[in-house]
């Protein structure tokens, strides 16, 4: 069994497969697998994935299924994994040579959780931004999420390295035909963690591509990723409401951002379609959940409730 399954969604990427694939063969640390899964690619992919499971078939697994998403690939890859630990990888990114090593370095005693840290880069892999962090050692996921909020990324699921016992005991998924899936489910399995080690090593390579899914211009597709992460935002609440073992305090603030992450989606909505959100806020309370503890975030709460036109428009 590999200490390391990586989990590579592959869907139309065929110019940035070699990139991603040679990272991984790169690595210093050799004792891991690769899942690929081609969910239903119409380029060239499948011709270059075939070339890398040939020559590496000790390290390269690759699954062929219909286009059900980003989403089915990685549950689909995860039902596959034989490694103590998932890693999760898009195929339009790269991974450091260090990364296994350093990750195998800290993974001596049972951690569920282990958060590294990313830089973006552009698409002739020129770095765009560093994002260095404060790491801290072992602790309970509501105590990390405490300090992951405050970090430039929380919810990408490709800078974290799962505990895969963990991951299937908790039987944790991303939601199927969704957009924001991360926010969907990572927030929760932080939450969800008995142990979160973070370490300040730059492990990750994502690449912002203007043809992204999540760069459309399309507003039907912006609008349903508006109420997608509403449908998002009930479920982590629910998960999260029925955790016994976390203290209130740690709920608020983990109801605060779920929250905060809905509102400020909204700025996608044209006018007519904010006000119709506005009624979906009320409905389930989401405004209130705002914490309100200084000065400062009490006054953006009752801009909020007055007008959530105004407050988008002050509130970036």
């Known amino acids: 069994?590999?200490?390391?399954?990586?989990?590579?969604?592959?869907?139309?990427?065929?110019?940035?497969?070699?990139?991603?694939?040679?990272?991984?063969?790169?690595?210093?640390?050799?004792?891991?697998?690769?899942?690929?899964?081609?969910?239903?690619?119409?380029?060239?992919?499948?011709?270059?994935?075939?070339?890398?499971?040939?020559?590496?078939k000790d390290k390269f697994k690759c699954f062929i299924t219909k286009n059900n998403g980003l989403s089915e690939a990685r549950n689909f890859g995860v039902k596959e994994s034989t490694g103590d630990?998932?890693?999760?990888?898009?195929?339009?990114?790269?991974?450091?040579?260090?990364?296994?090593?350093?990750?195998?370095?800290?993974?001596?005693?049972?951690i569920d959780l282990v958060r590294f840290q990313i830089k973006t880069i552009n698409t002739n892999y020129k770095v765009i931004d560093r994002f260095h962090e404060e790491e801290f050692k072992t602790l309970t996921g509501s105590e990390a999420f405490l300090k992951i909020i405050n970090y430039k990324f929380v919810e990408p699921a490709c800078c974290y390295a799962y505990n895969r016992e963990f991951y299937l005991k908790n039987k944790f998924k991303f939601k199927k035909n969704m957009y924001h899936e991360d926010f969907g489910i990572i927030p929760y399995i932080i939450m969800k963690s008995n142990t979160v080690t973070s370490i300040d090593y730059i492990g990750y390579n994502y690449v912002q591509r203007n043809d992204s899914i999540m760069s459309t211009t399309d507003y039907s597709k912006n609008k349903k990723k508006v109420y997608d992460t509403l449908e998002h935002y009930k479920y982590l609440f629910d998960k999260v409401y029925k955790l016994k073992d976390v203290d209130d305090h740690y709920k608020k603030v983990f109801y605060s951002f779920i929250a905060n992450s809905v509102i400020l989606k909204a700025h996608d909505l044209n006018e007519e379609d904010l006000k119709i959100f506005d009624k979906e806020l009320n409905k389930y309370e989401i405004k209130d959940k705002l914490m309100d503890d200084t000065l400062k975030r009490k006054l953006k709460k009752n801009l909020l409730k007055l007008n959530l036109n105004l407050y988008l428009k002050v509130v970036k």
């Open 85 to 110: 630990y998932l890693l999760f990888v898009d195929s339009d990114d790269y991974i450091e040579k260090n990364l296994l090593k350093k990750l195998d370095s800290i993974l001596k005693d049972d």
């Open 1 to 56: 069994m590999p200490k390391f399954s990586i989990i590579i969604p592959v869907y139309n990427t065929s110019s940035f497969l070699p990139k991603c694939f040679d990272s991984i063969l790169s690595q210093s640390f050799k004792d891991y697998e690769v899942i690929i899964v081609n969910d239903g690619s119409t380029d060239n992919s499948q011709k270059i994935i075939d070339k890398y499971v040939k020559r590496y």
